[in-house]
């Protein structure tokens, strides 16, 4: 069916016997796909870049003039086929006829919609079960009952009851190895699935489940919270890190434990730059107070820094702070609620990177521990606190603040700081191999070093990549971080122990999608679901919606690869290693499920389902309407962004600084996530013209731009 323009005077039927009214642009851009070979490579809207369409002839013909932008009339979704044809017009290159463009993978759909829906492009009514269906044949039930879990708190499915009857055999494939009661082996899926929600905020009693059964609870009406705890099996390792302290960390330990001994407890902040031992210490207290039966919460800012110490959990989803914090806020968890309990009872908390959060998220959670402890006289109702960072890192992020809101943000900034005791590490042990460049990174850090009018500092000439202004610069360095990737494909410790940072999610996308490329294998092409929520008059079309790329939410188009390393965008199950920044490597994908691992942390070697989630940015002013991708809550992690990075230790470290960095403490984390001064390398832009644009230079050495607040670390 196409449309066909004629005169109101005009007798119909001669319309459309007319010679020639068959044929159209678009069955003409069929015909053209046929005759040329450059054309199957164009979408249908971009063909008037290369083509030229000569309307009395009724042909498309290759362009020698003139640049040409294409557009495609838009529909709405409720115009049925004709919105699914021009779904698959913007996705599909090189169809020669209508029944080509509804054919995939050699089956011919019976419709537009349909062929949309198998290429991935439109969402089908039955992803989920698909999902779990898909997710079957990994065989691995207990892997599977964590997917089910996940997409009942963020899926919102619809018939929940009918995906647990359609999928509880593979659920429970395990359990009927060892079980032959039909009844035992249900309630044993369910109290699974109960203890997932549980880690997830949920109650299985808000789903349409079978009931619950407690005679057959094991956990014995103890709370869930202080199980998971009290589970976390003190390593004979980190027990003994006590004996391996140096003096300065000696003695913090001391001091810690005997505020943990006092009645009243205390508050401590651990301060030192990178490589002085803070993680070391964290362990340290933590193999100590768990090997005497006690229980010590470990959190921190972020996911990555929360995965390396056993047990920990980012702060916000171990203390249920709100997203959005404001002054004088409180946690959202009650007294009654199993969170309370749990720090009731903690010997020890630890919040490590709280440089990186704001104070009012600190402060909120001293307000609900005085209100929970009973007594308000005292910081965190007397518990024994400590927070450890690096002022010299990226400090909280403040929507278009400005330096002294941003300031104002941080955790000296609050009226807690005057009672922290100050525990400053600053024994270093990058130090011992190379002084030199462990005093370089702190003068960085402290903003000491040399710099010109406008804050660039001259870097080591061995640790730059030279710049040439050439697209070949990039690829350099990613050959001296990724080299001899071929050879190491099956090896999950090379791919997560380098990687390429940068300042903006932009140029971390750009090369992401060139390390994908290069990374051998056959690849797996996702299709995110877009849609802006009240917008009945389709005003905003789904192509504008898929251009978007909002910080925090993954791409539209996710190219994956087997064994290629992504990062989790979302706190999906924080107590089993699935934070925001947790680093996995995929082993497996089907259309609507991907098998990932994870590769860093307490809780490497575990394998995971992760599904197509709803996502909304976390700024709701981002755009004047509610937008919502529905995606894998992944991204390649090849390359990410600085502060991304913080907390992370990363062996080889490759920089790409296309533009300065912004902010305070960027080029000081940036330059110190690497072990050793040989495994940096850094690709920095620094001489533009007035317009902007880079100009080749061969100078010796590169500068690069250094942002720091002094203020902040002279409080």
């Known amino acids: 069916m196409h449309m066909v323009s004629f005169n109101a005077r005009e007798d119909l039927n001669e319309v459309v016997a007319r010679h020639g009214a068959s044929r159209t642009m678009l069955t003409e851009y069929f015909e053209a796909n046929k005759k040329y070979t450059e054309a199957r490579r164009l979408l249908y809207r971009d063909f008037p870049t290369t083509f030229v369409w000569h309307a009395g002839k009724k042909i498309w013909k290759k362009r020698s003039q003139r640049f040409q932008v294409g557009r495609i009339v838009s529909a709405h979704p409720a115009e049925g086929e004709r919105y699914y044809l021009r779904v698959l017009l913007n996705n599909v290159v090189g169809a020669t006829s209508f029944e080509d463009l509804r054919t995939v993978d050699g089956f011919v759909c019976p419709s537009f919609r349909e062929a949309a ?23 691995m039930p207990s892997s599977l009952r964590r997917l089910f879990a996940t997409i009942l708190v963020f899926c919102e499915p619809s018939d929940v009851r009918g995906l647990w ?15 032959t009661c039909p009844r035992a082996i249900e309630q044993m899926v369910l109290h699974d699935v109960r203890n997932m929600l549980q880690s997830m905020g949920k109650d299985i009693e808000s789903f349409p489940l079978p009931q619950i059964d407690q005679s057959y ?3 014995g009406g103890e709370v869930r919270e202080i199980i998971e705890e009290s589970m976390i099996e003190a390593g004979s390792e980190d027990a003994c890190l006590a004996s391996s302290l140096n003096s300065e960390q000696k003695y913090a330990f001391d001091k810690i434990l005997g505020a943990i001994d006092s009645d009243n407890g205390g508050v401590f902040f651990v301060d030192g730059p990178g490589g002085t031992g803070k993680t070391f210490l964290y362990r340290a207290l933590l193999g100590r107070i768990r090997s005497e039966g006690k229980i010590a919460v470990a959190t921190a800012t972020s996911g990555v820094a929360a995965s390396i110490m056993p047990g920990g959990r980012t702060a916000h989803s171990r203390f249920k702070i709100p997203l959005s914090i404001e002054e004088g806020a409180v946690c959202s968890f009650t007294k009654q609620s199993g ?13 490590d990177e709280a440089s990186m959060t704001k104070r009012q998220a600190v402060e909120a959670l001293d307000n609900s521990m005085r209100d929970i402890m009973g007594r308000r006289d005292l910081p965190f109702g007397g518990k024994t606190v400590v927070f450890g960072g690096d002022f010299r890192q990226v400090l909280p992020v403040v929507r278009k603040g400005t330096r002294p809101q941003i300031i104002d943000a941080t955790l000296r900034k609050s009226y807690l700081w005057e009672n922290m005791n100050q525990l400053r590490l600053v024994h270093n042990m990058r130090a011992q191999s190379d002084p030199w460049f462990a005093d370089f990174l702190l003068r960085i850090g402290n903003g000491t070093e040399e710099s010109d009018a406008d804050n660039n500092v001259q870097l080591p000439e061995d640790i730059c990549v030279p710049y040439t202004g050439k697209d070949s610069d990039l690829d350099m360095l990613i050959e001296h971080v990724f080299h001899d990737l071929d050879e190491n494909l099956a090896d999950p410790t090379y791919i997560t122990s380098r990687a390429i940072l940068t300042t903006r999610n932009e140029n971390v996308d750009s090369i992401n999608m060139r390390m994908i490329e290069r990374f051998p294998g056959q690849e797996m092409i996702y299709h995110s679901f877009d849609r802006a929520e009240d917008d009945p008059h389709n005003y905003y079309p789904s192509e504008f919606l898929n251009s978007l790329t909002p910080n925090g939410l993954p791409p539209h188009v996710l190219k994956l690869k087997l064994n290629c390393p992504v990062i989790l965008l979302r706190n999906i199950d924080p107590a089993n290693g ?17 098998d990932a691992e994870i590769v860093l942390g307490q809780h490497a070697g575990k394998r995971v389902f992760l599904p197509r989630i709803p996502l909304c940015p976390s700024d709701d002013e981002m755009f004047p309407f509610r937008f919502k991708r529905k995606q894998f809550p992944v991204r390649l992690s090849f390359a990410m962004t600085i502060n991304k990075a913080q907390g992370q230790t990363i062996p ?13 403490g960027q080029l000081y984390v940036a330059l ?13 832009v620094t001489d533009k013209d007035k317009g902007g644009q880079s100009k080749s230079t061969t100078t010796r050495g590169s500068k690069a731009r250094n942002i720091v607040y002094k203020e902040v670390l002279t409080m």
Not at 123 to 138: P, Y
Not at 339 to 351: D, E, N, R
Not at 652 to 664: I, Q
Request: glycine content about 6%; overall charge negative.
């Open 117 to 139: 829906e198998r290429r991935g492009l439109v969402e089908a009514d039955n992803t989920i079960d698909e999902c779990l269906t898909e997710a079957e044949l990994f065989q």
């Open 165 to 179: 009857d359609r999928h509880f055999e593979a659920m429970s494939d395990d359990y009927r190895r060892s079980q």
């Open 217 to 219: 609870d094991t956990m």
């Open 339 to 351: 969170t309370a309990k749990l720090l009731q009872v903690a010997s020890l908390i630890i919040w």
């Open 578 to 594: 699935l934070c925001n920044g947790t680093r996995l490597v995929v082993r497996g994908f089907q259309r609507n499920a991907i």
């Open 652 to 664: 080889n470290v490759g920089v790409y600084l296309p533009d300065p960095v912004f902010s305070h």
């Open 672 to 684: 110190s996530r690497a072990t050793a001064r040989g495994n940096i390398k850094i690709l920095a």
